[in-house]
């Protein structure tokens, strides 16, 4: 990898919180943004648990990434985080405190809209202190299966991401693509009011295993043999809008400003963390030391 510029870090300026139900407990949960320190990263904190429950959101953190992206280990840990870190990325915020009273952050609609929304209601602001801009000096990618994840070098300064939807004639979404620039605005008008979405067997299985019982067909994308049920899509190809929000959230586990072109066809969190494994070792590999400690 190598560095192709650089920027001044960015914070928020003041608290932001937001409330929601979580996917997994059912509980309702606060989520509070933070102003923090230049250098700090993203850091949760489990307040349910005391204020030196902290997890530095690094991907040498990861313990799961069955359906969403886990940190730490029990019973310091924090689930589907991968949203908020999106929201904080797409919007280059690099230094917050992310204060939750439970072990998951909150689902909202499940989409980033809600994080974005409280995260321009505070405020953005500069620190003195830089943050590399990185790209890659050739394409690394990670395969499993028939699904692959890869980044390309570019001549633009700039990232981008292309997604390819693809579940199968049978199934009830369908084939899709898409390719988004990622900037702030950009993220915050065309990327993060994509929710997530599961087909109608899929919201059973879950309902049965005790995930989202708290919640309706009017929380995310629940699809049927006929479309989204009681729903409708906010974009035509918002599945795969979702999948480029989704992998937004799980490099932001990398700790810097990345650039480059992304394509990914049939790729879930396991993947989108491994290709970060391997961006992090390419840069730990250029760095005199990480700028970030786990």
């Not at 590399?132 to 700039?158: M, N, Q, S, Y």
């Not at 049920?229 to 979702?242: D, K, L, S, W, Y």
Request: proline fraction near 5%.
């Amino acid at each position: 990898m190598k560095k192709i510029n650089d920027r001044c870090q960015q914070t928020i300026a003041g608290p932001a919180e937001v409330d929601g139900i979580g996917y997994v407990t059912g509980k309702t949960i606060r989520l509070c943004f933070r102003p923090a320190p230049a250098n700090t990263g993203v850091v949760f904190v489990r307040t349910d648990l005391g204020h030196v429950a902290c997890i530095n959101a690094c991907v040498a953190n990861v313990t799961g990434t069955a359906r969403r992206t886990t940190l730490g280990n029990a019973p310091v840990h924090v689930s589907l985080v991968e949203h908020v870190l999106a929201a904080l990325s797409g919007l280059r915020i690099d230094n917050c405190y992310v204060e939750l009273d439970a072990p998951e952050a909150p689902g909202m609609d499940g989409s980033a809209q809600a994080f974005v929304n409280a995260l321009h209601r505070a405020g953005i602001i500069a620190q003195n202190d830089r943050i590399g801009i990185w790209t890659v000096d050739h394409t690394i990618f990670f395969t499993r299966g028939d699904a692959t994840i890869a980044i390309h070098p570019t001549d633009l300064p700039e990232l981008r991401i292309s997604y390819l939807l693809d579940y199968g004639k049978e199934s009830p979404i369908p084939w899709q693509m898409a390719t988004m620039r990622v900037t702030p605005g950009d993220f915050a008008a065309d990327i993060a009011p994509c929710r997530t979405f599961v087909t109608e067997d899929e919201a059973i299985s879950l309902k049965n295993s005790g995930i989202g019982s708290r919640s309706t067909v009017a929380d995310l994308l629940v699809f049927g043999a006929h479309g989204p049920i009681q729903n409708t899509v906010r974009f035509g190809n918002e599945p795969a809008r979702h999948k480029i929000l989704d992998i937004i959230g799980d490099l932001a586990l990398l700790g810097c400003d990345l650039r480059g072109h992304i394509v990914a066809f049939k790729t879930g969190h396991p993947h989108n963390v491994e290709l970060a494994r391997t961006l992090s070792t390419h840069l730990q590999s250029v760095l005199p030391r990480q700028r970030r400690v786990a």
